[in-house]
């Protein structure tokens, strides 16, 4: 539809639009024109408007008034595109437009090389909103944040960048957008080093940010400027970060991780091997129990043997519970190593896998180890509990008839 109303115009010798944005024309009625003008008047307003069409005395006159801003619109060149559409700052760029001084409209064939900046700068825009730590969205444009951690001694950087565009951007030649593009794509998720490769980017911006003064006119145009810069930054950054980066260095935490692990178990099972000591000495003191024979000697027998076997259990319950704070540590830890085990190499996988297996299995012997050693803290209770019904039975049951029976 857009493009009757540019085929109307160059029909007519494209002439020069009147100060209210309009062109008109007067001349021998042509029945191709007359078609053209058919179809332009019958145009949606958001097309433009058909403000008179007269045909008379051999002459047909009209004027018609095109949109001069948005889609649709007529624009004097790609200056007056860029100050009149607010929506590249979001990188939106528009569909279906004309530029009167270079007679080139937007669905032509023929490559516009200003037009490509724009294109070009609407898709960085898009991309930097993917690597930018947050975006807020503002009616012509984001307001983005970047930041990089702190390293080096260097406190972190937190710097925002609005996406205000300007006629400008048309003389500035952005190219190598493919990496951002790449680190943008949603595609690329899984690959190596994705996010670190971001964080990268965004310290790259952060310091070319920080290089410009603070009362920059336009920080975003500037930072289109220092595109090559940045990216020249950001490859320096990377190559360091690979050289001290190396799969070695995941294979030395993760064998560390398990020497941890196995010290401060060893430690924790040597701490109650030395506290289960007492526990032969009070199965002993079962022989003792059933040779007493007065009722002191029963009764402090009795409550040593059920206090040992309390206590015995209490220390299990607090290793238990240690070593379920070893676990849960371990856990984290292996999960922060594990993160990006698919892009590790095999070799590195298989190690991690047995080592996972390994733990999982000392983990069942640990559990099973106290759950024994618990079972045989209660001997000397239950021991204990056995003799006292054993030899008070006849208290017991004399006790119940007078309690239970006579009711």
């Known amino acids: 539809m857009f493009n009757h109303i540019v085929e109307l115009y160059r029909m007519i010798g494209r002439p020069a639009l009147s100060s209210a944005g309009s062109f008109d024309y007067s001349g021998s009625p042509d029945e191709l024109l007359q078609a053209l003008i058919k179809l332009v008047s019958d145009l949606p307003s958001h097309y433009g408007e058909m403000n008179y069409h007269r045909v008379k005395s ?4 009209f004027e018609f008034t095109p949109i001069s801003s948005g889609e649709n619109s007529f624009f004097s060149d790609f200056s007056s595109l860029v100050q009149k559409t607010p ?25 516009n090389t200003k ?28 307001s983005l944040v970047f930041s990089t951690s702190s390293g080096n001694n260097k406190p972190p950087k937190t710097m925002v960048l609005q996406t205000k565009i300007s006629s ?16 943008a794509s949603e595609e690329n998720k899984g690959r190596i080093h994705l996010e670190e490769r971001r964080a990268i980017l ?25 595109w090559d810069l940045i990216l020249d930054s950001y490859w320096q950054n990377f190559q360091i970060y690979i050289h001290s980066f190396s799969f070695e260095k995941v294979r030395k935490e993760f064998a560390q991780a398990e020497l941890d692990y196995g010290a401060k178990l060893s430690s924790a099972f040597g701490d109650i091997a030395g506290k289960m000591l007492a526990l032969p000495v009070s199965l002993i003191a079962l022989i003792t129990l059933y040779k007493a024979t007065s009722a002191v000697e029963i009764f402090v027998t009795s409550l040593g043997l059920m206090m040992s076997s309390i206590i015995l259990i209490g220390i299990l319950l607090n290793q238990l519970l240690n070593i ?20 590790y190499p095999k070799n590195l996988r298989r190690l991690i896998l047995s080592a996972q297996q390994n733990i999982d299995r000392q983990k069942f012997v640990v559990t099973s180890t106290i759950i024994v050693f618990a079972v045989l803290a209660l001997a000397p209770f239950i021991g204990a509990l056995l003799f006292l019904m054993e030899h008070y039975a006849q208290y017991w049951h004399e006790w119940l008839l007078l309690n239970f029976h006579a009711s």
């Open 115 to 142: 037009n490509e900046k724009i294109l070009k700068v609407c898709k960085l825009i898009k991309d930097l909103t993917k690597i930018a730590v947050s975006e807020h969205l503002q009616p012509s444009s984001y």
């Open 168 to 183: 400008e951007i048309l003389e500035i030649d952005i190219k190598k957008t493919s990496l951002i593009g790449s680190l």
């Open 324 to 343: 379920q704070r070893l676990n849960s540590s371990l856990s984290i830890s292996f999960e922060n190593l594990t993160k990006s085990i698919a892009t």
């Open 202 to 226: 965004n310290g790259a911006i952060c310091e070319a940010l920080d290089a410009l003064p603070e009362d920059h006119p336009n920080r975003f145009v500037a930072l289109l400027e220092r």
């Open 87 to 111: 929506s590249l700052g979001c990188g939106n760029p528009l569909i279906n437009f004309y530029i009167v001084t270079e007679d080139w409209a937007s669905d032509e064939s023929v490559i």
């Open 58 to 61: 051999g002459l047909t006159s």
